[in-house]
Nanobody, 124 residues
Framework: QVHLVESGGGLLQAGGSLRLSCAAS????????MGWFRQAPEKEREFVAAITRSGSMTYYADSVKGRFTISRDNAKNTVNLQMNSLKPEDTAVYYCAAHTSPVPGRSATAYAYWGQGTQVTVSS
């Protein structure tokens, strides 16, 4: 089992940048592929980005490709999401999640462990 805690959310204007972090504890962090999801009010949770166990491969939703970057540091048990050129439609609660398969999926149901989420609000 792994325990995940997100941090770094906040309120900012459109065009700004924010870096989210997710700290993991418990079982060996490097045994999990990791993902970021987000959920806006009255909307379903949606895939944002994912990274393989080693960090060699990354995956992005089309809506964030070119603006967001996922990375991980297995020595520090952290996964990060660098968000640039933020838009009001990026407003949501952002969650990190751990996936037990080598290749992370885009479906939230495939992730076994979740953090509590961190709020990101982008004003226009």
């Amino acid at each position: 089992q792994v325990h995940l805690v997100e941090s770094g959310g906040g309120l900012l204007q459109a065009g700004g940048s924010l870096r989210l972090s997710c700290a993991a504890s418990g079982r060996t962090f490097s045994s999990y592929a990791m993902g970021w999801f987000r959920q806006a009010p009255e909307k379903e949770r949606e895939f944002v980005a994912a990274i393989t166990r080693s960090g060699s491969m990354t995956y992005y939703a089309d809506s964030v490709k070119g603006r967001f970057t996922i990375s991980r540091d297995n020595a520090k048990n952290t996964v990060n999401l660098q968000m640039n050129s933020l838009k009001p439609e990026d407003t949501a609660v952002y969650y990190c999640a751990a996936h037990t398969s080598p290749v992370p999926g885009r479906s939230a149901t495939a992730y076994a462990y979740w953090g509590q989420g961190t709020q990101v609000t982008v004003s226009s």
